[in-house]
């Protein structure tokens, strides 16, 4: 029911009675907002990249630098708030967390215990860009923060 049309019978009470009303909410299809965007279907990983302080423009990892499992991961922010991720071959179980779009455009992915956020920097029918801050390094003094972008497709 989250994606359709629907309509709500809100009733509000206090000492003096109860009041009704009616309110119908028009939601219209998937591609006329974020959030239904971010849930219609399955998401994955297009390339990845970072950049810190001292850098000018993003650096985006060649594919064959980053361990090829990331472009057989599917990832769905399913509609009832259960993030889900699976790969597409199926050779490991999938597993799931909870996600919630904030204001601000942030997304709140939760496993019960840790919350990871990331920034929607740009989605439309086929692209999804997220930043997500962090450090780059070896664990050292040297770490410099950055700033992650990951750039998915749709999985067709």
């Known amino acids: 029911r989250l994606l359709k049309d629907t309509t709500y019978t809100?009733?509000?009470?206090?000492?003096?009675?109860?009041?009704?009303?009616?309110?119908s909410f028009k939601v219209?299809?998937?591609?006329?907002?974020?959030?239904?965007?971010?849930?219609h279907?399955?998401?994955?990983?297009?390339?990845?990249?970072y950049k810190t302080d001292t850098m000018s423009n993003f650096y985006?990892?060649?594919?064959?630098?980053?361990?090829?499992?990331?472009?057989?991961?599917?990832?769905y922010y399913s509609p009832?708030?259960?993030?889900?991720?699976?790969?597409?071959?199926?050779?490991?179980?999938?597993?799931s967390h909870h996600w919630k779009l904030l204001?601000?455009?942030?997304?709140?992915i939760s496993d019960g215990r840790n919350t990871s956020m990331s920034y929607l920097k740009y989605i439309d029918k086929t692209k999804?860009?997220?930043?997500?801050?962090?450090?780059v390094g070896n664990g050292g003094p040297n770490d410099q923060p950055a700033v992650f972008i990951t750039v998915y497709k749709r999985d067709n």
């Open 10 to 23: 809100l009733k509000a009470s206090n000492s003096a009675g109860t009041t009704a009303d009616t309110v």
């Open 28 to 39: 219209g299809d998937w591609t006329t907002s974020k959030y239904g965007m971010i849930s």
């Open 41 to 49: 279907s399955y998401w994955m990983v297009d390339s990845i990249g």
């Open 60 to 75: 985006m990892y060649e594919k064959d630098q980053l361990d090829p499992r990331i472009f057989n991961d599917m990832f």
């Open 80 to 95: 009832n708030g259960t993030y889900t991720v699976k790969t597409k071959s199926g050779t490991r179980p999938p597993f």
């Open 103 to 108: 204001p601000g455009d942030s997304i709140a």
């Open 128 to 135: 999804l860009v997220l930043y997500e801050e962090g450090t």
